[in-house]
Nanobody, 124 residues
Framework: QVQLVESGGGLVQAGGSLRLSCAAS????????MGWFRQAPGKEREFVAA????????NYVDSVKGRFTISRDNAKNTVYLQMDSLKPEDTAVYYC?????????????????WGQGTQVTVSS
């Protein structure tokens, strides 16, 4: 069993930055691919970014490319999402997810563990 706890959300003005963290329990974190998803009110959960087990393979949704960076520290069992140049349309609850397989996926159903989410609000 893997438990994921997100932190770092909050209220920021457009153009600002936030860094989300996701701390994972368990000894198998380094073998798992990790992803970030988000869900805005009235919308479906959306893929944001993912990173493979080693950190060498990363994938982003087009709308955040060049603004968001996903990274991981396997020694700390933590994955990060650095969010720069934030826009009001980035406002959502952001969820961290872990996949038993080490390769990235953009599909929520292919992730096995989920955090509780952290709210990100970007004001205009």
């Amino acid at each position: 069993q893997v438990q994921l706890v997100e932190s770092g959300g909050g209220l920021v003005q457009a153009g600002g930055s936030l860094r989300l963290s996701c701390a994972a329990s368990g000894r198998t974190f380094s073998s798992k691919a990790m992803g970030w998803f988000r869900q805005a009110p009235g919308k479906e959960r959306e893929f944001v970014a993912a990173i493979n087990w080693s950190g060498f393979s990363r994938n982003y949704v087009d709308s955040v490319k060049g603004r968001f960076t996903i990274s991981r520290d396997n020694a700390k069992n933590t994955v990060y999402l650095q969010m720069d140049s934030l826009k009001p349309e980035d406002t959502a609850v952001y969820y961290c997810a872990a996949r038993a397989l080490g390769v990235v996926s953009t599909t929520p159903d292919e992730y096995d563990y989920w955090g509780q989410g952290t709210q990100v609000t970007v004001s205009s």
